[in-house]
C-alpha cells in the first residue's frame, strides 16, 4: 500500500466512528430484545 501516511488516520477515524455506532445500535437492539422476552414471560406466564 503504497504512501500510507494519510489514509490510516481517516480509516481509524471511519472504523471508530462505524464501531460506536455498531456499539450503540447492539445496545439498542439487546435492550429490544430484553423488553420483547420480558413481556413474552409476562404473558406466559
Known sequence: M???TEHPKVDINKASESYSRF?????????????VVVIVILLIS
Open 2 to 4: 503504497a504512501g500510507g
Open 23 to 35: 456499539i450503540g445500535m447492539t445496545k439498542v437492539a439487546m435492550a429490544v430484545v430484553a423488553v
